[in-house]
């Protein structure tokens, strides 16, 4: 079965789980969509057995937030479904520097790293500096622009997830009892905001695993974009990862 039919057919499956709300995720079809095939695709990717060894029981936290945060929006949740996504992305983003760091010390056992902590900007810091050990930002503009834009969405969901204004998620007894409510912020302007952030979410992934899907047949990996992406984008990544030295 082609790739693109095995998704459209796990994405009516998800359509009919129990509890999902089926006039929300009718009402916004085309933007649940969307966001299903961002986590279908990176669901594909960590089961494939070329990809496997690259996530390991280390990514079942930051997927399993992904999931949660999924379930949450499509059953109409969307406050609780922001405060997820911002743990999951959160989640991924060390996950992907703390892999980059044990291949790179595979391969140079010599090189050292900054710990770690939970300030997302420093992490962010820590990630450009170690890229540059592995891979020359020219060739991997992409990668180094995703790890940047994956602060701008962060610090986008943190303010709207602290905001007091009645319109936006509230951490307090009202938000809690507001949960059912559709939306938080302005529709158009949520369903981008979540999009963006699964899209960098998987660009993250995609790029960590840029050895393997380097000897994949292109239109294997062509059909997998194709589900996220128009095509220019797909060849555009694929011509990067191909490319690049």
């Known amino acids: 079965m082609r790739l693109d039919d095995v998704f459209q057919k796990e994405f009516e499956k998800i359509k009919k789980l129990d509890g999902i709300k089926q006039e929300f995720v ?14 279908f695709s990176i669901n594909y990717l960590k089961n494939k057995i070329e990809t496997k060894r690259y996530f390991g029981s280390e990514f079942n936290m930051p997927f399993s937030l992904l999931l949660e945060s999924t379930y949450a929006l499509f059953t109409g949740q969307c406050r609780s479904a922001l405060l997820l996504l911002r743990s999951a992305q959160e989640a991924n983003y060390k996950f992907v520097l703390e892999r980059e760091r044990e291949f790179m010390l595979a391969n140079n056992s010599s090189l050292s790293f900054e710990p770690l902590d939970f300030r997302f900007v420093e992490t962010k810091r820590k990630f450009i500096n170690d890229l540059q050990y592995c891979l020359d930002k020219r060739d991997y503009k992409e990668y180094y622009n995703s790890v940047e834009r ?96």
């Open 150 to 245: 994956n602060l701008t969405l962060y610090q986008r969901l943190s303010g709207i997830v602290h905001s007091k204004s009645k319109n936006l998620p509230v951490m307090s007894v009202e938000y809690f009892s507001s949960l059912h409510e559709e939306t938080i912020i302005d529709n158009e302007e949520f369903f981008k905001l979540f999009c963006s952030v699964l899209n960098e979410i998987f660009l993250l992934d995609f790029f960590l695993i840029r050895e393997s899907l380097n000897k994949w047949d292109y239109f294997i990996l062509y059909n997998l974009l194709r589900i996220l992406y128009g095509d220019k984008r797909s060849k555009t990544l694929i011509r990067i990862i191909k490319e690049a030295k």
């Open 26 to 39: 009718l009402t916004n079809e085309s933007e649940i969509r969307k966001i299903f095939g961002y986590i």
